[in-house]
C-alpha cells in the first residue's frame, strides 16, 4: 500500500518513516512537512491508500482542515489521523466530512499502527471487488469494476472505458493500477484491460468483448500471454 503522513515535526516524520519499514504491506511512505504540499501533490494526480494527517500541524490551518480539502479532491483516499493533544481535537475529528479509518496519538503505539493497517488492508481489498471511485475536477463518481473494459493514457490524462460510457481523470495509469484488482492487466505503457472482458489475444493486440482492439507492447506480449492464460485456468 502507498501511504502519505503529514506532520510538521522532522523528526517524528523520519521516527514515522522507520517504523513502517517493519510492515511489509506498506509499499511505499511518502512525508509532508506541510499540507499544502500534500494538497498540491493530489491535485497534480498523485493518489494514496491513507494520508496519515497530523491534527496540530503549527499553522493557522490545522489538519482537520486539511482533511476536509483533501476528502473534497479525492474522497477515496483513507484518513488517519494523529495528535499529542486528544483532549483539544478528539471531538472535532468526528463532525467534519473525511474518509477516516483510524486515530493514532503520539507516540505512535506499533501495536495500535498495526491494528490499523489490517483494517486498511481490508477496507481496500474490499472496495477492489467492488466499485471504482473516479475523481474528476469538480465530483467524483462510482462505477461497477466488472463494468470498466480498460484505461488508457492519453495527453496528460487517464481515460476509463466501462461497458456504456467513458470518463477522464487526471490520475496516472499507474496510480490507478494499484487501486485495481488483479483481474486488470498491464499490456501497454498507455494501456490497461480487464481480463474478464478479453474476446482472444492476438499477435499484437488484444481483441476484447465489444471487438475494440488494445495494442500489446513488443516487450510485454510473452507476459501478457502468460499472465492470461493464469488467470483464466485459476478456478
Known amino acids: 500500500m502507498r501511504l502519505a503522513v503529514c506532520d510538521n515535526e522532522l523528526l517524528f516524520l523520519k521516527q514515522f518513516l522507520i517504523l513502517c519499514q517493519s510492515f511489509p504491506c506498506i509499499d511505499e511512505v511518502i512525508p509532508f512537512p506541510d499540507g499544502n504540499l500534500l494538497l498540491e501533490e493530489v491535485k497534480a494526480g498523485s ?20 482533511s476536509q480539502e483533501l476528502y473534497k479532491l479525492n474522497p477515496q483516499i483513507r484518513l488517519v489521523y494523529i495528535t499529542g493533544f486528544t483532549d483539544r481535537f ?3 475529528v468526528f463532525l467534519s466530512p473525511s474518509n477516516m ?41 462510482s ?3 466488472s463494468s470498466i473494459l480498460y484505461l488508457e493514457s492519453n495527453a ?35 494501456y490497461i484491460v480487464n481480463m474478464n472482458k478479453i474476446k482472444r489475444i ?3 493486440v488484444i481483441i476484447l468483448e465489444n471487438l475494440t482492439e488494445i ?21
Do not use: W
Open 90 to 92: 478528539v471531538q472535532h
Open 215 to 235: 495494442p500489446i507492447s513488443k516487450s510485454q506480449y510473452t507476459n501478457v500471454k502468460q499472465t492470461y492464460f493464469r488467470y483464466m485456468q485459476k478456478d
Open 47 to 66: 493518489s494514496f491508500d491513507a494520508v496519515f494527517m497530523d491534527i496540530d500541524l503549527g499553522t493557522t490551518k490545522n489538519g482537520i482542515e486539511y
Open 143 to 145: 462505477v461497477p469494476i
Open 156 to 190: 496528460h490524462k487517464s481515460l476509463i472505458y466501462t461497458d456504456t460510457e467513458s470518463h477522464s481523470l487526471y490520475e496516472r495509469l499507474s496510480s490507478l493500477k494499484e487501486r485495481l484488482p488483479s483481474c486488470f492487466l498491464a499490456c501497454h505503457k498507455s
Open 101 to 141: 479509518i483510524g486515530f493514532l496519538t503520539k507516540p505512535i503505539d506499533k501495536d495500535i499502527l498495526s491494528s490499523i493497517l489490517l483494517k486498511l488492508q481490508a477496507s481496500l481489498d474490499q472496495d477492489k471487488q467492488s466499485l471504482f471511485c473516479i475523481v474528476g475536477k469538480s465530483d467524483s463518481i
Open 202 to 204: 492476438e499477435k499484437n
